[in-house]
């Protein structure tokens, strides 16, 4: 009697440890995020970096915008010129100045366009606030614009790893496939961790016009999302996965290029059927889509695929549309790409097709299932749990069959129509699992990659929190008072 009155006393005293050992890491944890919690202000603009986020609102014309943006991010900006430089030599076996010239002789004839004012006033207006704060002129217009357009121009130069252009998993989820009936939609970014792990900037952008503001998860300098995540006042909410192997070049002569079009779309569209128009118009077939859209107000999810000719459009109010580099669409995926992965668990976009596929056959999804899925590490080939190019949390570094590739998941994010009624969504900046990342002790295979050490920092383990612009909702609530 006395030895179990004594193993119980034990069992007891651990369980009370280890909750107080557990209390502690999380005071550890929100001390941290509160030391790391920084606020900055301009007249046209407001920031606020937390959990590896930045958060940063920008109002005004389109030449006020990009000043605060210029302005406030000019200590993430100075790392733009570098990380391009980088990726075009490494990517695109070229020089800057060689890459910024083709820029200038196939996408700068469209910002002079005055269609597209509202755009080329953002930019300049980044550049003059970058250097009214840092008073240099090394983020200037040329770059910006060879930095928007990265990724439209790489089957240009016939850029052909596919870790670099196989970008994301996602999903969008309407009616019963939700726990209310309502949507829901996650999105983790597969990248190079140069791009990725700046692109931690959660931008919301108050146009004149206050029934165009929008949010986009960003790196600084973009005038779109790139990432292609973002939530807008309308109540539209959008990301995409890209579709691989494409077979034809896209021409700019008379094609838009996609950061144009979608930003247009982010600004100006207010229905998914403004989205494919706007997506179509003068489409450049460049950096091809699977887009997931939703419209919270009629509960309705689209799945538009756009290839160069050939597009695809699904819709429904009740069900579930994912995205992993391979289009659905198998007249898209026939002509205009050169991808036979799509049901080859054996492929990196097969591979995710399939444990997609699985893991949505659940109805009732709730934001914890949508976190657990874009974390996923199930490798269907191998039959078990293995962190690496095949999985939905992607893990590319330091992995000998990923090519010893600085690329993966970067983030996870995820939103339900609740959270977009404030434009708020949560995320964590790195990876979708929380993985830390350190350079130190990468193997030299690594080197095959360039000098990525120069351009990509560690990356610390981060918390998911509740992105939101606490400024501009705690203002439209005194409003509203
Ligand atoms: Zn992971």
Redesign the pocket.
């Known amino acids: 009697m006395t030895r179990r009155l004594n193993r119980s006393h034990k069992l007891k005293r651990s369980h009370k440890l280890k909750r107080s050992h557990k209390l502690k890491r999380s005071q550890k944890l929100i001390r941290r995020i509160k030391r790391n919690t920084t606020h900055q202000n301009h007249p046209s603009g407001f920031l606020k970096q937390n959990a590896g986020w930045i958060t940063i609102s920008i109002h005004g014309t389109p030449f006020e915008r990009g000043f605060a943006h210029g302005y406030l991010l000019h200590k993430e900006l100075k790392r733009v010129r570098p990380i391009l430089k980088y990726l075009v030599s490494t990517y695109y076996k070229t020089t800057l100045q060689e890459y910024l010239e083709t820029c200038k002789s196939s996408i700068h004839h469209h910002l002079k366009n005055p269609e597209w004012a509202f755009v080329e006033q953002e930019l300049r207006g980044i550049c003059a606030g970058y250097k009214h704060k840092t008073k240099s002129t090394t983020i200037n217009y040329d770059i910006l614009v060879g930095w928007n357009s990265y990724l439209s121009l790489a089957e240009k130069y016939e850029h052909k790893d596919p870790d670099n252009m196989s970008r994301c998993s996602a999903f969008i989820a309407a009616g019963s496939a939700t726990h209310d009936g309502k949507l829901l939609m996650a999105h983790n970014t597969h990248c190079n961790f140069s791009l990725g792990f700046i692109s931690n900037v959660a931008m919301y952008v108050y146009p004149e016009n206050s029934e165009s503001a929008f949010m986009m998860q960003t790196a600084p300098g973009l005038v779109n999302s790139s990432t292609d995540w973002f939530i807008t006042k309308c109540g539209i909410i959008g990301c995409e996965t890209t579709i691989t192997k494409i077979n034809y070049v896209p021409d700019f002569t008379v094609g838009v290029p996609y950061f144009l079009r979608i930003r247009k779309a982010m600004e100006q569209g207010r229905s998914l059927d403004d989205y494919v128009a706007m997506m179509m118009d003068r489409n450049a077939g460049d950096y091809a889509c699977s887009w997931l859209f939703g419209d919270t107000r009629s509960n309705e999810i689209m799945r538009f695929e756009q290839g160069l000719n050939i597009h695809d459009i699904k819709r429904t109010t009740d069900g579930v549309f994912y995205g992993m580099n391979s289009a659905f669409s198998p007249e898209l995926r026939a002509l205009e790409t050169t991808d036979t992965g799509f049901e080859n668990p054996e492929s990196r976009t097969g591979a995710r097709n399939l444990r997609l596929e699985h893991l949505l056959e659940k109805k009732g999804l709730t934001i914890a299932d949508a976190k657990r899925i874009i974390?996923d590490?199930y490798d269907v080939a191998k039959s078990c749990e293995n962190?690496g190019p095949h999985?939905i949390?992607k893990?590319n570094e330091n992995q000998e069959d990923a090519d010893f590739s600085p690329s993966g998941?970067t983030d996870g994010k995820v939103v339900d129509t609740k959270m977009a009624t404030t434009m708020s969504f949560e995320g964590i900046m790195g990876?979708?699992?929380g993985?830390v990342f350190r350079k130190r002790g990468c193997p030299d295979a690594t080197k095959k990659h360039g000098n990525w050490k120069s351009v990509i920092d560690d990356m610390p383990k981060h918390p998911w929190i509740r992105l939101i612009d606490h400024r501009s909702n705690r203002q439209h609530l005194h409003s509203e008072n």
């Open positions: 974390s590490h962190m999985t949390c893990h998941a990876s979708s699992c993985r």
